[in-house]
């Protein structure tokens, strides 16, 4: 007995229903990933709002984006305005997530385009790049600090959608103080525990990465008075005023050594952080969850960030 042939009429119906299913299954993916990654218990950063209010929440990535963007301007000498104008801007362009794709041939935290001479996709995937390519153009826009910051957002980007960047601005002030330290330590972050081990040269790339974002001055080669290097074993001590090293708030050592800390936090999913501690205060991957802990010491106590890496 011969097989009776399918009639084109429930073959469509056969791929409409498979399709379907395949799309389905993707869906179903993608919501395992934004509950693995973003559901309750997920690793994630808050900033504090100081006098009450709904604080401000990030994934692990968008808070390391975010604190690159902070370390390039502060390598920069620039001030906190410009920092809350590239935050707004990356929050809009790419919700601060280090996307390669976009409109036309946009990617990035800014949705930078090759084809308009801001780089190659290589560089522009690149958070430190990319972010010191949209402060070069900032620069040039006279007296951007005191423009709105859709105007200046938007002399830079020229999007279609300018006044879209005025949404994030709130958000944007708020990041902006605590990754530059002018809120302390209203940044924490939770991490998966127990962290991954870096591997041996975990405390290097630490000392990398901070060199490449603030530049060489961040970190010399030795502290101290007896020379002492800066990395050792698993941590790495930073000086909060090293010469030639610029903030936004020069003098003010307070602030500049939160600065650093916030920008170890910030970064402490990807750089496989155990330990940060700076004047008084300790954040500690085993107790993520409870934020800075300890006595803050007096002012102009602390010299030192100092940040430890996993086994």
Known sequence: MSAQPVSPARRTRLWRTAAAFVVLLGV?????VQYLTSGPGAPHCTVRVQG???????????A???????AVAASRGLPERAVTIALATA?????????????????????????QDWGTVKQIMDPVYASGEFYRHLAKVPGYSRLPLTVAAQKVQRSGYPQAYAKHEANATLLTGALTGR????????VSHPVDSPGPDGAAKVREKL????????LPRTVGAGGRSATSGRSVTVPVQPDGFRTAAEGDTAQRGWQLANWALAHATDLHIEQISYAGRTWTATDSGKGWQGPKAPVGAAESVRIVTAR
Do not use: H, K
Not at 183 to 190: K, N
Not at 211 to 218: A, L, T
């Open 211 to 218: 060199v490449r974002e603030f530049g060489p001055e961040v």
């Open 91 to 115: 929050m809009q362009e790419s919700g601060l997530r280090n996307i390669n794709f976009g409109d036309r041939d946009s990617v990035g935290l800014f949705q930078q385009r090759p084809s």
């Open 183 to 190: 809120s302390a330590d209203a940044l924490s972050c939770t």
């Open 28 to 32: 179903v993916a993608y919501l395992l």
């Open 52 to 62: 009450g209010g709904d604080p401000y929440e990030l994934t692990p990535e968008q």
């Open 64 to 70: 390391a984006n975010a604190a690159t963007i902070s």
